[in-house]
């Protein structure tokens, strides 16, 4: 039977250039794939059509509480949905919720986990959700951090920013899990992409890896959204693709938010990096 790769993250993490750049890679197509096209490339943990073909009544009428409880069986028809593995973008975090797994084990091949200094992640997080930094540090703190599709009520649980990091390094241990700092993605994306590829076990091509970071490039993506917009663009938004680097949370937000991450974030941030 087909099983998910999962791509996981915190939001605003990484997960879509992880994407556009695995799509770039495995379609090997000499221009740029457009970013619309990553929405078929890899499907979504919230597709609402897999929590349709399990559920007795309209999707449209089903309830948040619901959600989680076919989570598990919708997890299985989006395995189902390929002849072969294949990725599936998520956001939550892994463990339980209410008794029920939010990431079904038993058609889970893996995950790439992409992770990103909290600092940026800020204002990222604040801009997509159209708050203020203060409110987003307090969102990232939160351990009951959730969101829910605009159209229908499919929850996505996320909780604290270190919790939901944790949760997939260390509370998944029966899955092999791929570890990707955002930061290394920027400062040396052939070394970073490349070792992916290994640890996915794809065919390596320094050439096509090469092509397809520039294709995967903020540069590129960037260009796309201005020319065409972008449809996982929040309606608030002006852009979808804001900087692209590293480091702006650190020149834009003040010493006491700064201070207030560290507390709420300390350990998981110093065991990746990302506080000395």
């Not at 790439?112 to 204002?123: A, F, G, H």
């Not at 937000?253 to 990096?273: C, I, N, T, W, Y």
């Amino acid at each position: 039977m087909p099983r998910i790769i999962w791509l996981a993250s915190y939001p605003k993490s990484g997960n879509t250039w992880m994407r556009a750049f695995l799509a770039n890679y495995l379609l090997g197509r000499e221009k740029p794939v457009p970013i619309e096209d990553l929405r078929a490339f890899s499907l979504s943990d919230v597709r609402p059509r897999f929590y349709a073909e399990v559920l007795t009544k309209p999707v449209q009428e089903m309830t948040v509480e619901e959600s989680v409880t076919v989570r598990p069986e919708a997890q299985h028809r989006l395995a189902a949905a390929r002849e072969h593995d294949h990725f599936v973008k998520t956001h939550s975090r892994f463990g339980e919720l209410n008794g029920t797994p939010l990431i079904e084990r038993s058609v889970s091949a893996g995950a790439v986990y992409i992770i990103r200094n909290p600092v940026d992640i800020v204002p990222s997080y604040a801009s997509h959700m159209g708050v203020t930094p203060d409110v987003a540090i307090e969102i990232m703190a939160d351990l009951d951090h959730a969101t829910v599709e605009a159209d229908v009520k499919i929850l996505t649980h996320m909780g604290r920013w270190g919790a939901h990091v944790e949760s997939w390094i260390d509370g998944s241990s029966s899955l092999p899990i791929c570890l990707v700092r955002y930061e290394d993605l920027c400062a040396n994306p052939e070394k970073a992409f490349g070792q992916v590829l290994k640890v996915l076990g794809l065919p390596f091509d320094p050439e096509r890896l090469a092509r397809s970071i520039r294709h995967s490039s903020f540069e590129e993506l960037s260009r796309q959204e201005e020319e065409n917009g972008f449809s996982e663009r929040p309606p608030h938004m002006q852009r979808f693709f804001r900087s692209g680097g590293s480091g702006e949370g650190q020149r834009s937000l003040s010493e006491q938010q700064l201070a207030r991450l560290a507390r709420d974030h300390g350990p998981v941030m110093k065991r990746f990096g990302y506080l000395s």
